[in-house]
């Protein structure tokens, strides 16, 4: 992985992984939006929005990605998501071997904004910490500052009217 997106390029795709995450909501699951951008940094080859506690947007690409595109083509992809992937995440796409990862709010603001919500018991560890722990590099750019109020204000109408399920 050489490098990863200018600041624009980031906006315009965290801008559209931030509509998935409203479909997702609008369809009754948490806010998190995922695409994968393919090596050309052009071609988006994977959308998905958060399922559940346990299918979240990051892993189901990246488990989709594993069966379907070669190492080589992994390494050279771009996961972009709205929220800093969690340890379950980043440790599947540690796995898939997607060699770069764009995010646009901290795991940490996450936290913040849902505080003790039992639907989002959020992991305070940063992926960069779990990315460090293993033996392939992945490249890493965020939090991207110009959508972080956006995405937290989205989370923070999810998170403050939906009861815990």
Known sequence: MTSLLTVDEAVHWLGEAIAVAAQAAEAGHHPFGALLLGPDRRTVLLRQGNVDQVNHAESLIAREAAQRFSAGVRAQCILVSTVEPCAMCAGTQYW??????????????????????????????????????????????????ALEAQIAAQHRAFWHRTPAR
């Open 96 to 145: 898939a071997g997607i060699g770069g990862l764009v995010y646009g709010l901290s795991e940490r603001r996450l936290l913040e904004l849902t505080g003790d919500h039992p639907d989002n018991p959020t992991l305070d560890l940063p992926c960069r910490t779990v990315f460090a722990a293993g033996q392939r590099a992945i490249t890493v750019m965020g939090p991207v500052a």
